[in-house]
């Protein structure tokens, strides 16, 4: 049984800093894609950051590029997105999805696997 958890979140001033977590287990975490979404209130889930196997390949949407960096510790099966430069309009849960299989990455329809979600929140 797969199982995906994510923690890190909490509330955070405009400009400062958080490190999300995620560990994944009753998989091979190395063989999995991941990425991260976020969904605020009244809005649709977004694609924020993806990445490969390895830490070779990632993508971010445009919002994030340059504040949030994506990397993973496959000896650790656990997934990170450290996000700097904290925004108000970055205020949203926080999801981990796992094994993206179809469609564009920022799809949240591509990925069989999904942890609970970490809120953050940030006050301006």
């Known amino acids: 049984q797969v199982q995906v958890v994510e923690s890190g979140g909490g509330l955070v001033q405009a400009g400062g800093s958080l490190r999300l977590s995620c560990t994944a287990s009753g998989l091979t975490f190395d063989a999995y894609t991941m990425a991260w979404f976020r969904q605020a209130p009244e809005k649709e889930r977004e694609g924020v950051s993806y990445?490969?196997?390895?830490?070779?390949?990632?993508y971010y949407t445009n919002s994030v590029k340059g504040r949030f960096t994506i990397s993973r510790d496959n000896a650790k099966n656990t997934l990170y997105l450290q996000m700097n430069s904290l925004k108000p309009e970055d205020t949203a849960m926080y999801y981990c999805?796992?094994?993206?299989?179809?469609?564009?990455?920022?799809?949240?329809?591509?990925?069989?696997?999904w942890g609970q979600g970490t809120q953050v929140t940030v006050s301006s």
């Open positions: 999805a796992v094994d993206w299989t179809r469609g564009p990455w920022f799809s949240a329809d591509g990925y069989n696997f």
């Open positions: 990445i490969g196997m390895s830490n070779r390949i990632t």
